[in-house]
């Protein structure tokens, strides 16, 4: 049953205003002493954060990130000085550390990042912070089935941004009655008005289209606020969008509702704009009211150590399996395991076959639609405070466009897990703009990433597992064809490791590759010998971090000679990474086969050859290598 509002008291009203003021001043000042920041943004949002902090929302101050809080996710990431001001009024510690906002040996950074123990993830790339609340509040209601909310604040020039209307069509879709959303409508983005200033009625139209409960407050009146939050609250079958009518530099003299004040300090008109502000307090000093509410404690323990797949690899030597099959495989092991694997997928789950899990478990699986720059926001929220392993697939080729939800993960220090599959030329008729073939050097220059390139069902059950139990950023490279079962099942594989899957006591050149292009090398090995020619082969595992010492060693017994072959393009892929690890190699020279032009459609085998890949191009590359000069 609906809670019916009850209108707060005058001196709690007149507090919460003293508060938005307190928080005004405290972005001022804070801002003035590092010299740069973006007061005018923190002011047209201080009433709300008052309300949401100081009377709406329900958390623990001495423990931030315990599991059944409320969140907040700060989408306007330039904000940060007022979300830094709300948890020093809150107690979380002195007001006079705001003084240190920017400083190089302090983590009240420019724009939130999860080094400080109340910030879930990094803001600041704007449009990305609805995703992740997406992800947080399905969790919240999906998995942990628990009473916490989540609010999530944007800014109305980030609106522009794709990504926030499609988390706003997931948000409907899945009816998160448990997400509130807060547009902060200050009519000015950062160079000129945004595009619909203070119409607000379009707002609340496009809002309500979408399927939200729409409100429209001023958003400077607390009262307003008080009552639309607790409408919010109550409304059970979809999510609630507070859509405020704000102004820039709210009760800054001179400045308020003014073109060319974004992201600048006050500087010498601070003082007499605090001086306003201070006067428009009824209490200047310490809080009356208590900013925290008694929590609803029922978000449970969440246990994801030591992840295991609830049955070993069972495939048969030289029986031909698709690795993107092997990953469906595991992912369905591992969510038999343990219900917080969840997976989700950008509507290719037949293809990637992520669609193992959602038939074994249907509750553990999120189907996010062709919208990959929502899927992978909603994956970093749901991965948020170790509520769930969470394993994100779609075609490999698709995540570029989500490049920099990724990168922004890799900031909010996510363990979220992503899955490429179809990668490069060998997925044959599709043609260029289905082939992956930057993506491996994509994810490598992600900080903390662990890039895996199994190479046949074996080899990528293990990636599954391991990737699991692996903190950061995780990608796993599957591929499109069927490819031989090259190791026993009880085969033990280590992130950084490489394997020889080809050796001889006299090999003349060291072949190294992954997913398909290794059985091209195997095949290549096999047609060389047969002319008395030995070359050793390599299965890297995975791609970054690389087994630079197992190439260096493998290199200098193979008489120095080094021969890379990869599916992606020449650039930042298994060629640069081997090279990398060979540069201080005094005696060890290398070439490379990778796809150099631009491809086409046609027949797998086909394409591999034209392109440069196949077994018969890797002999032709180990006999042109061998003869003298």
């Given amino acids: 049953m609906a809670d019916l509002y009850h209108k707060p008291e005058a001196k709690v009203i007149q507090e919460l205003k003293d508060i938005a003021h307190k928080l005004r001043v405290h972005s001022i000042i804070s801002t003035n002493a590092s010299k740069s920041g973006h007061p005018t943004s923190c002011s047209s949002m201080a009433e709300v954060m008052s309300v949401l902090f100081f009377h709406t929302m329900r958390y623990k101050v001495s423990e931030p990130k315990h599991p059944s809080n409320d969140r907040f996710v700060l989408s306007k990431g330039h904000a940060a000085p007022i979300l830094y001001a709300a948890w020093a009024e809150a107690g979380l510690f002195p007001p006079s550390d705001l003084m240190n906002l920017r400083k190089i040996d302090s983590d009240l950074e420019g724009h939130p990042t999860p080094r400080l123990n109340f910030v879930d993830i990094a803001s600041g790339s704007l449009g990305q912070g609805l995703s992740v609340a997406c992800g947080m509040a399905y969790v919240g209601k999906n998995i942990d089935k628990a009473s916490y909310r989540v609010y999530c604040l944007l800014g109305d020039g980030e609106c522009a941004e794709g990504s926030v209307w499609e988390a ?19 009519r000015l983005g950062q160079s000129e008005p945004t595009s619909l200033q203070h119409d607000m009625e379009v707002y609340r139209k496009r809002l309500e289209g979408f399927g939200f409960h729409a409100l429209v407050v001023d958003g400077h009146d607390v009262e307003e606020i008080c009552k639309a939050f607790s409408g919010a609250s109550a409304t059970q079958d979809k999510p609630t969008a507070i859509i405020a009518k704000t102004y820039k530099g709210k009760y800054f003299l001179d400045i308020e509702n003014s073109d060319n004040w974004h992201g600048k300090p006050l500087g010498a008109k601070a003082e007499k704009v605090i001086e306003h502000l201070q006067g428009l307090m009824k209490n200047p000093g310490p809080l009356q009211i208590h900013p925290q509410k008694p929590l609803k404690d029922d978000a449970g323990a969440s246990d994801l150590t030591n992840l295991k797949l609830d049955s070993p690899p069972s495939y048969k030597l030289g029986e031909s399996v698709a690795t993107r099959l092997a990953y469906g495989n595991a992912i369905a092991k591992l969510g038999n395991s343990n219900k917080r694997v969840i997976a989700l997928d950008g509507d290719t789950k037949n293809s990637t076959f992520s669609d193992k899990l959602r038939k074994a478990h249907p509750d553990q699986f999120i189907e996010c639609f062709i919208a990959e720059q929502n899927m992978t926001g909603v994956a970093i929220g749901a991965a948020c405070r170790d509520r769930c392993v969470v394993f994100a697939s779609t075609f490999g080729a698709f995540f570029t466009r989500a490049f920099d939800q990724i990168r922004m993960g890799a900031i909010s220090q996510t363990n979220a897990n992503f899955v490429g599959s179809h990668c490069g030329v060998s997925i044959g008729e599709d043609g260029p703009s289905q082939m992956a073939l930057e993506d491996l050097a994509m994810f490598r220059t992600i900080p903390g990433s662990t890039v895996f390139y199994p190479s046949d069902a074996v080899s990528c059950e ?18 499109r064809p069927n490819t ?21 006591p006299k090999d003349k050149m060291l072949l190294i ?16 010998a047969e002319s008395g020619i030995n070359v050793r082969v390599m299965d890297l595992f995975t791609i970054k971090p690389i087994d630079a010492e197992a190439i260096r060693k493998n290199a200098r017994e193979c008489e120095g000679r080094v021969l890379t072959i990869e599916d992606h393009y020449p650039e930042g892929g298994i060629g640069e990474a081997v090279l990398s690890a060979i540069a201080e190699e005094q005696f060890v020279i290398m070439r ?9 459609s046609g027949p797998p085998d086909v394409l591999m050859e034209k392109f440069g890949i196949s077994a018969k191009c890797i002999v032709e590359a180990v006999n042109g290598f061998l003869q003298p000069a």
């Fill in 513 to 528: 590759g992954a997913g398909v292009t290794l059985h091209e090398a195997m095949k290549a090995a096999a047609t060389l």
């Fill in 462 to 479: 293990n990636a599954v597992q391991i990737a699991a139990n692996t903190k950061g950023i995780c990608f796993i490279r599957t591929s």
């Fill in 168 to 186: 706003l069509n997931f948000a409907s879709y899945y009816k998160l009655s448990n997400l509130c959303v807060i547009l902060d409508i200050n």
């Fill in 484 to 504: 031989p079962v090259i190791y026993k099942n009880e085969e033990v594989f280590e992130v950084g490791k490489a394997k020889i899957v080809v050796q001889h």
């Fill in 592 to 600: 490379k086969l990778a796809v150099r032009d631009l491809p086409r």
